[in-house]
């Protein structure tokens, strides 16, 4: 064991680098969820309850970062989700970096459940991704508002095929940004290769969901050592906390040689 002590200040620019994803051409999916420390993912049905200024500022950082942000559409709903907009000093940045000047918002519905007046859904720099069953009057009715649609499976969204789908669009650092379900059906699939996790100096109590709520993982042989018995094994990358007591900790898949799944 030993105890990670705060080593230096850091700023808002240094959260580009310590946050920074990796240089690889691979795409890379990074959840970046908040959970208080008894492990809700919500307060009354919304993550935004459990934040501060530091879990803000740790979600502007992944807007200026990331090639793509995706949410589920009813979280995204919810949680008053807009189009993706960055001041000129974000934009610049992003342009330096070759990337576009804001990144695209994708929404994810299964049912294309969303309400006409939701305008997010029409944005320029916003994709929704659904699949092939989803009910083709709703398709119709957000195609005609001018939103831009992708199919990603044929009775729910795939996220591997959601995932090619973005990189083949050049979008290569991806965001993740929840819901819990979303993020349950990633981790199921290892499409998920890091957590960026803001932790809550709060305890909650109730019956709010996980970061990821979904069915359990298949069991591993647990004469296995650590980490390959573990369910889905991570590894601490970096951590960081703030005078409010918040800790933001950046959690990378931990490979292990027996185990495809995670190669």
């Not at 680098?17 to 970046?32: E, G, K, L, N, Q």
């Not at 699949?131 to 729910?156: E, K, N, Q, V, Y």
Request: proline share 7%; charged share 25%.
């Amino acid at each position: 064991m030993f105890l990670i002590e705060k080593a230096t200040d850091v700023t808002g620019d240094d959260l580009l680098d310590v946050f920074s994803f990796p240089s690889s051409t691979a795409p890379t999916v990074r959840a970046t969820m908040i959970a208080s420390v008894d492990g809700a993912a919500t307060v009354a049905r919304r993550s935004g309850m459990l934040g501060g200024d530091g879990d803000h500022l740790i979600f502007h950082t992944m807007r200026l970062l990331a090639d793509a942000v995706v949410v589920g559409a009813r979280t995204a709903i919810l949680e008053g989700y807009r189009a993706p907009s960055l001041d000129s000093d974000g934009t610049r940045r992003r342009r330096l970096a070759g990337q576009a000047p804001t990144p695209t918002l994708v929404l994810t519905s299964r049912t294309l459940d969303i309400p006409s007046d939701y305008g997010p859904a029409s944005a320029s720099n916003v994709v929704v991704a659904t699949c092939t069953s989803a009910p083709d009057d709703r398709r119709r009715r957000l195609t005609d508002d001018g939103a831009t649609l992708i199919d990603c499976g044929d009775d729910t969204v795939d996220p591997a095929r959601l995932v090619a789908e973005l990189a083949d669009r050049g979008l290569h650092r991806i965001d993740l940004e929840g819901g819990p379900t979303l993020l349950a059906a990633f981790t199921a699939a290892h499409a998920l290769d890091q957590v960026l996790l803001t932790v809550s100096p709060t305890l909650t109590l109730g019956d709010a969901p996980r970061i990821t709520d979904g069915p359990a993982l298949a069991l591993r042989d647990q004469n296995l050592p650590i980490p390959e018995r573990l369910p889905y094994p991570l590894r601490l990358a970096r951590m960081v906390g703030d005078d409010d007591g918040f800790l933001y900790q950046l959690w990378e898949t931990a490979r292990t040689d027996g185990d495809p799944a995670l190669q």
